[in-house]
């Protein structure tokens, strides 16, 4: 019973997952004297791309058409292992906070390499950036699940991000302070938002995240569009459960507090983007090992604790 | 025993026969072939009975000789070893047959045919020896079969260069060696192990330089940085089998000669579990590193064994620590995690020099930049390699991702210890660097090599090559996917070789790895979920695709209407970004001119260091030059004053 309103609650997230990259560039376009898109434009968009035919770069091989799939289905299964109603995940086991960035990681793989089956110098370009932050941030993701195994002592994500963390943020404040500005940052960094990329840019030089999938089409982009906006989703709920512990609530409260929390970190995006230019290429390491300096920080004081 | 012995003389025999019969070459391959497969198949028996969970089986004989008698046996730790040796070198073997036959004009085939023969008998003998006379005998039959494997090709020079430098590392370590025994047995009754256990108390003070001895020693072999030096050279310049079983199996026993000298040294103290923790993340840290900033792909690879034996020395550290803390859950998980990417690694690593093997036969070349587009021509061994790939970056659902996740979660578990061994938390971040400049690397050869339009000729002429190249291949990418799969099926056994490394009683180990055994199945479920759901999604789309138009087109160049091959982002710009960031830990020159650019790597402590240092000495000896004359009387006095000068030390010192 437990297991079903889970995998519910899942569904319904996954269902509204569309919603907060609208809730960024509504926020964004507020702050910047614009109107902007509807908040539901995602959806059309997505409902669009659905539609339409696909042209495919004669260049490319099954690996090209492969990479979407497994771009978001391993987005998806790897929300499977969130404990979204604030109290368990449908998938639950000893590290599979591990297993979590491996699919991140196996989807990321699929997308580079699309990339590169094009043979375009551009996507080139947008692959080997990608890998490059990638690699960045992958250190500093670590050091905040090293500092959230050891405020729980847990390697699951439904104990990490669950019921033990009330207490620790009463003991340890600070330690979580500093671990959930390091996930905002790393956030925005695995999401292809400023100040790390801009998903609004056209001009492909600039670009990571975007330039990486230029030539992908219909349906294919629509699966990766979603899958981005899963992924946004994802690292929200992550912030989300991190910052307010719903274990002693019910149900239906901890879903709407999870939903405003999304609301509310879409918005946080959407700030940053409308006040910070996207940083130069070579100040972003720095920023991303910023992200790991603070959650080094972080594990210094829960291990002096 | 007799099941593994028989096995050992089919696998020499096997070498017999490829030289035996000169005049019917076909035959001799034939023979050759199915006697290695037989003779790895029989010496299999007595290694699975004994992880299944049977006694430990062993034979002793030569008794009487100095040095005490010869004893072999085959416990948990020999037999898993025995598993990664016969594993990925039976593959190696048949795709060696193959291969070989087409090298004729490079060197003699049967003899190339004996030696990799020999290496592998060898290696059974290494892992399985019991007291030090045999090991160092088969530990030194092992170095010079592999340095005959790999100056297969001794007309080139830069072979005949890198052979040379890993005779002079490998002896160099086999002389630490000699030192290590050589302490440790002037306190033991005899030079069986079972005796050198018995003396590890009484070795005092020297416990810790016995420690250095076999770090060092053993270390040449296995490769960590710094002492890896030899690795790159010695794996490019290898026939690609070899490259396989010198990457993905010689260099274990490196890791061997440690767990065995851990076992019978007793509990480390925790500066030693320290030591093998920093090396391991420098080790795969730099490994990685230098790895990308390779064009040859065969010397990439080599620098990923480092990496990756840095990975399972962070596993035997944070392990280590775990015995010297007395957090017996953290040991066992540990060395669980590097007793298995030792395991993983030899499968993995095994098939993609494999594959690379597969490429250079049908291309010729091994730079990464004149290549490219292979998927059309060869989408076997696109498959096999892209196989070999995920599962070297750690990704699920391939076995690399079930051994990384182990030493993962002994990581975190030292973080939550509530003892010193806490800081080795840190190590995860190390990890998952690695994790992601692995990815960056791998991205890299398969986006660079396989995929994209060819960046030359002879890559646009690639054609497939035959079964016999990728049927040993193809076995070893299914080991890869079933470990990953059901990653149970080892599990167990590596932690039952962790329980007779940690001298924790077999039953407390595996209650203790519980939690990871159970979760292993939970993986094969995630595994499963994710394979379904990426299914569904594309049939999804092929689904919604079916109803509009598919077009083909050029791909997308914003608008420039004739992109050529030569336009695509090459090796050298995919690193570079990364290499960057690195600055100049990463041995990397980078060459701009105004139309193209080019990065160069170096073997930064051949180079750097090594090179230098012996220029100094050699320098420095010219001055030791005048008491050389060749004059037969003066070296006969140099002999008697030597001799003289050892007799009144003994005198002075008193009777030995």
């Known amino acids: ?305 | 025993m007799t099941w593994f012995f028989s096995g050992v003389l089919l696998l020499l025999a096997s070498g017999a026969a490829a030289v035996l019969f000169p005049a019917r070459p076909r035959l001799s391959e034939r023979v050759h072939l199915w006697l290695s497969l037989a003779g790895a198949a029989t010496a299999l028996v007595p290694v699975l009975r004994v992880l299944a969970g049977g006694t430990v089986e062993g034979v002793r004989f030569v008794t009487g000789v100095p040095g005490g008698a010869w004893v072999f046996a085959i416990d948990p730790l020999s037999a898993w070893f025995l598993l990664v040796i016969l594993g990925a070198g039976v593959a190696a073997s048949a795709y060696g047959t193959c291969y070989l036959a087409a090298e004729a004009e490079h060197g003699s085939v049967p003899f190339g045919r004996l030696v990799f023969s020999l290496l592998l008998a060898a290696l059974t003998l290494v892992v399985t020896a019991q007291s030090v006379v045999p090991f160092l005998a088969a530990w030194e039959l092992m170095a010079l079969g592999g340095y005959f494997a790999v100056v297969f090709d001794d007309r080139r020079d830069d072979v005949r260069r890198a052979g040379l430098v890993y005779l002079v590392a490998t002896h160099a370590g086999t002389l630490l060696l000699f030192l290590l025994f050589g302490t440790w047995g002037s306190h033991a009754a005899d030079l069986t192990f079972a005796g050198l256990a018995a003396a590890s108390g009484a070795l005092g003070d020297s416990r810790s330089l016995v420690f250095a001895l076999a770090l060092l020693g053993f270390g040449v072999k296995a490769g960590f940085v710094p002492l890896h030096f030899w690795l790159p050279e010695a794996h490019a310049a290898a026939p690609s089998h070899v490259s396989a079983v010198m990457s993905g199996v010689v260099i274990k026993t490196g890791i061997y000669g440690l767990l065995r000298v851990a076992t019978l040294l007793g509990a480390p103290p925790a500066w030693w579990g320290w030591t093998v923790l920093i090396l391991g993340v420098a080790s795969a840290v730099l490994g990685v590193l230098w790895a990308l900033a390779q064009h040859d792909l065969k010397r990439l690879l080599a620098y990923h064994s480092v990496e990756n034996i840095g990975i399972i020395l962070m596993g035997l550290g944070v392990g280590a620590l775990g015995v010297a803390y007395a957090v017996p859950g953290l040991a066992v998980l540990g060395l669980a995690g590097a007793v298995l990417h030792t395991l993983n690694h030899a499968l993995f690593k095994s098939l993609l020099f494999l594959g690379a093997g597969n490429v250079l036969r049908a291309t010729g070349t091994r730079d990464l930049e004149r290549l490219g587009g292979l998927v059309r021509g060869m989408p076997v061994t696109w498959t096999l390699f892209l196989v070999g790939s995920a599962a070297i970056v750690g990704l699920p659902p391939l076995n690399g991702f079930v051994s990384e996740w182990l030493v993962f979660q002994a990581l975190f578990q030292a973080g939550f210890s509530r003892t010193p061994a806490e800081l080795s938390v840190f190590g995860a971040a190390a990890l998952a660097l690695v994790g992601g400049l692995a990815l960056a690397c791998f991205a890299k050869v398969c986006g660079v090599v396989f995929l994209g339009q060819p960046r030359t000729e002879v890559a646009r002429a690639a054609r497939e090559v035959t079964r016999g190249y990728l049927v040993p291949a193809a076995a070893l990418a299914a080991a890869c996917v079933a470990i990953g799969l059901w990653p149970w099926l080892v599990l167990g056994p590596s932690v039952k070789v962790a329980a007779l490394i940690t001298g924790v009683p077999r039953e407390t180990a595996l209650e203790l790895a519980r939690p990871a055994i159970v979760a292993g199945r939970w993986i094969a479920v995630l595994a499963a979920l994710g394979v379904v759901v990426s299914a569904l999604l594309w049939w999804l789309r092929a689904f919604a695709l079916r109803r509009t138009s598919v077009a083909a087109a050029a791909t997308w160049a914003c608008g420039y209407a004739r992109p050529t091959a030569r336009m695509q982002y090459s090796a050298s710009s995919f690193a570079a970004p990364i290499l960057g960031v690195f600055g100049g830990i990463s041995g990397v020159t980078a060459v701009r001119q105004p139309s193209s650019f080019e990065t160069r790597a170096a073997n930064l402590v051949l180079e750097r260091a090594l090179v230098p240092l012996w220029r100094v000495l050699r320098a420095a000896s010219v001055r030791l030059r005048p008491i050389q004359h060749g004059r037969l009387q003066l070296y006969l006095l140099y002999l008697v004053a030597t001799v003289s000068l050892l007799l009144i030390y003994l005198a002075v010192r008193g009777s030995p």
């Open chain 1, 1 to 305: 019973m437990t297991v079903a309103i889970q995998v519910l609650v899942l569904v319904m997230v996954l269902a509204l997952a569309p919603l907060f990259p609208g809730v960024v560039q509504r926020t964004k376009s507020l702050l910047t004297g614009r109107r902007g898109p509807p908040v539901l434009q995602l959806y059309a968009d997505l409902a669009k791309l659905w539609r339409k035919g696909a042209v495919y770069s004669a260049t490319t091989s099954l690996v090209f058409r492969l990479a979407p799939a497994i771009f978001a289905g391993t987005t998806l299964v790897a929300a499977c292992l969130l404990p979204l109603d604030g109290g368990g995940a449908p998938l639950r086991f000893a590290g599979d906070v591990v297993a979590f960035a491996g699919l991140l990681a196996l989807g990321r793989f699929a997308l580079v390499l699309a990339a590169l089956d094009t043979g375009s110098s551009f996507e080139g370009m947008g692959a080997s950036r990608e890998a490059t932050f990638g690699s960045l941030v992958e250190p500093g993701l670590f050091l905040c699940f090293a500092a959230l195994a050891i405020a729980t002592s847990s390697t699951s994500l439904t104990t990490m991000l669950g019921r033990p963390l009330a207490a620790v943020w009463t003991a340890a404040a600070p330690a979580l302070v500093l671990v959930a500005a390091s996930l905002f940052v790393l956030t925005l960094a695995e999401n292809g938002r400023v100040p790390v990329d801009d998903p609004a840019t056209h001009l492909e030089l600039t670009m990571i995240h975007e330039v990486m999938v230029l030539d992908h089409s219909g349906p294919d982009l629509a699966l990766i569009l979603y899958a981005g906006a899963v992924k946004l989703t994802v690292f929200g709920a992550m912030l989300v459960s991190l910052m307010i512990p719903r274990g002693g609530l019910g149900l239906i409260v901890s879903v709407a507090v999870l939903v405003a929390g999304l609301t509310a970190m879409a918005v946080a995006v959407g700030v940053v983007e409308a006040v910070m230019a996207r940083l130069r290429l070579i100040r972003i390491p720095q920023f991303l090992v910023a992200a790991s300096v603070l959650a080094t920080f972080a594990i210094m004081l829960l291990l002096s604790a």
